[in-house]
């Protein structure tokens, strides 16, 4: 099977109808304007121009899923008797995710060690995963707020991709990076791309360079624990935060949820959906307390969670892929990389990405 392709351009809409014919393809759709992971259709049309507003995690971790369905039976016989009789929804269709960026893929990585790579992995998300091919388009040029070289990534990255594709001049160069990948190569759309490697690996090297490191040179690799433990750093810093949430939707390495039982009389279904840390009820205790009742709290463990504890957990991987999109969308600029930046006790780099936002002198003062 090849290892490598290339696609014209003018044949990229007709690739993506072909792997559509059996499976459930997720791709940017232009939606007004905005780009968005949804399933694809033929009315859709497709934007690699940039990335995504939000990650393509819910092909594999739906916003909403229904984990089983339930009955409860009486017995005719005994009426003070009832069964339960339970359905599980594990049934997953074959599925491709097309356009993903490579930081979207080592999004995927970061859910795997805490979904699969455990004593009790979840058969939804693993049967998911196990389904879905990632094409990942490399990033020729970074979005504003970008960082994915700061955290162990980069635009032309390929893991946690089944196949990585570089846009050049007339086409896509495609490089299989999996087995599950190489069937992608299949498709009679694309043709021979040895020919194309060489300029490919060129502008993969170049994208390299103009995505900016926004932690400082003089940045230190581990957090300063004195400044992560000050309330008065957090409080400050995170006084403008609305607690909408929006940072933990849209962050492709968050994978908090909530249960719920949705209940007829007899019948139901035990729903899964989206939680987030940022939510003044994420950790709101059925007896009324909150160990975490104030938004710079909830940030705290929010940024402690991703650079601290994950890292702890699983041999310091970041458990951020420096998407850039919490910092570019969230309403009032709280900024990741910039907090981050001066817990590790270096100024941030504002002149990357979307650093207007500077932290206040008080905040500032709080480091010396
Ligand atoms: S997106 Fe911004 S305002 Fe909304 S919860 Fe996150 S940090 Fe707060
Ligand atoms: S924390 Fe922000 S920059 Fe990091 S992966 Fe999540 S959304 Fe992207």
């Not at 995504?52 to 009955?71: C, G, R, V």
């Not at 074959?94 to 080592?106: E, L, M, Y």
């Not at 707020?145 to 700061?150: D, L, M, Q």
């Not at 995170?238 to 007829?264: H, R, V, W």
């Amino acid at each position: 099977m090849a290892e490598t392709g290339f696609i014209q351009k003018e044949k990229l809409n007709d690739f993506i109808k072909e792997l559509s014919k059996d499976a459930v393809v997720y791709a940017p759709c232009l939606e007004g304007d905005t780009v968005l992971f949804k399933a694809f259709d033929a009315d859709k049309t497709v934007c690699l121009d940039r990335p995504a507003n939000n990650p393509p995690k819910l092909a594999i971790f739906p916003q909403s899923e229904t984990l089983f369905n339930f009955t409860y039976i009486k017995d005719t016989e005994d009426p003070k008797k009832m069964s339960v009789e339970i359905k599980a929804n594990t049934e997953f269709p074959k599925a491709v995710i097309f356009g993903s960026r490579p930081c979207d893929a080592n999004g995927f990585l970061i859910y795997d060690r805490v979904y699969i790579d455990t004593n009790t992995p979840d058969p939804y998300y693993m049967g998911r995963r196990e389904k879905t091919t990632i094409v990942t388009l490399c990033c020729n040029a970074p979005s504003p707020g970008c960082f994915c070289v700061a955290v162990g990534g980069g635009p032309a990255n390929n893991e946690g991709s089944d196949v990585l594709i570089t846009e050049l001049e007339k086409g896509y160069f495609v490089e299989a990076v999996t087995e599950k990948g190489k069937a992608v190569l299949n498709a009679p759309q694309v043709e021979s791309g040895a020919s194309y490697a060489d300029e490919a690996h060129k502008k993969q090297l170049e994208s390299e360079k103009l995505v900016k490191n926004p932690f400082g040179k003089d940045c230190q690799p581990e957090i300063s624990m004195s400044l992560f433990d000050s309330d008065e750093f957090w409080e400050k810093y995170l006084s403008k935060c609305l607690s909408c949430g929006a940072c933990t939707y849209l962050c492709p390495t968050c994978y908090c949820f909530n249960i719920t039982d949705e209940q007829m009389l007899n019948n139901g279904e035990r729903i899964r959906s989206w939680d987030g840390c940022m939510f003044p009820h994420f950790t709101l205790e059925g007896s009324g307390h909150n160990p975490r009742p104030t938004k710079f709290k909830r940030f705290r463990n929010r940024v402690g969670h991703k650079f601290v504890y994950y890292p702890e957990k699983y041999n310091g991987v970041i458990a951020c892929c420096g998407c850039g999109r919490c910092i570019r969308y969230c309403p009032v600029s709280v900024d990741i990389s910039e907090v981050v930046s001066y817990l590790r006790g270096s100024q941030p780099d504002v002149s990357s990405g979307t650093k207007e936002n500077a932290v206040t002198d008080t905040v500032k003062q709080e480091q010396k």
